[in-house]
Every structure is written in structure tokens, then in C-alpha cells.
């Protein structure tokens, strides 16, 4: 599986950006994606994942009720709808697919995703 993403750039703090992430390849094999951050200096961290059958959805508590991650199953994407941008969320985010289908959580962890892509730059100014 082959991942796309786009989307991001520069925003006023307050603002809003949506990022998308398409699969291509074995998408057939795609049981959920999702989305990390990784800012300078931190580790990578868990942003949000939904599950391509059921759904179901994930957040990490620092995004609930700012971001939304949906998915469009025809077009094999995923999106990040992301409101109330602050500079804390400056980063590059990475989608990520894993090849669980089975599974009916959301993965939260970067070693339950096995296919990345190559990140897309988010900057929030103050």
C-alpha cells in the first residue's frame, strides 16, 4: 500500500486546514488509517484513526472537539479536518494504513500501522 498525503501548509492560529491521505496498491488489504505528528525535537504521537468498514474512530485527547479524521471508501482516502489551530499543533503529519481488518478498534500506536506516508508540513503561527 502506497500512501499520498497533502494538505498542509501555513496558518494563523485560530485557523483551519484539511489534510487528505490517498491509498493506492493493495487497498483491498486496508483495515483503518490514521494520522501521527511528529514537531521538532518530539516523538512521533498518535493524532486520530478510523477504521475503513465500521467507522469507528480514535482521537487523542489533545485534539477532541478541534479535529475530525473521516475517510471516503470509493476514493480510498482519508481526511484530517483540523479547526482551532494552535502553535502547539505545528508539525509534520504522517497518515499511516494498517493491514488488520479484523480489527474493530482503532490502532492508536505506531507499531500496529504498517504502511506510512511521507508526511505533510502543518505550521500554525502565533
Known amino acids: 500500500v502506497q500512501l499520498q498525503a497533502s494538505g498542509g501548509g501555513l496558518v494563523q492560529a485560530g485557523g483551519s486546514l484539511r489534510l487528505s491521505c490517498t491509498a493506492s496498491g493493495r487497498t483491498f488489504s486496508i483495515g483503518g488509517m490514521g494520522w501521527f505528528r511528529q514537531a521538532p525535537g518530539k516523538e512521533r504521537e498518535f493524532v486520530a484513526a478510523i477504521r475503513w468498514t465500521t467507522g469507528n474512530t480514535a482521537y487523542a485527547d489533545s485534539v477532541k472537539g478541534r479535529f475530525t479524521i473521516s475517510r471516503d471508501n470509493a476514493k480510498n482516502t482519508v481526511y484530517l479536518q483540523m479547526n482551532s489551530l494552535s502553535p502547539e499543533d505545528t508539525a509534520v503529519y504522517y497518515c499511516?494504513?494498517?493491514?488488520?481488518?479484523?480489527?474493530?478498534?482503532?490502532?492508536?500506536?505506531?507499531?500496529?500501522?504498517?504502511?506510512w506516508g511521507q508526511g505533510t508540513l502543518v505550521t500554525v503561527s502565533s
Open positions: 499511516a494504513a494498517d493491514g488488520a481488518p479484523w480489527r474493530t478498534a482503532a490502532p492508536t500506536t505506531p507499531n500496529q500501522f504498517n504502511s
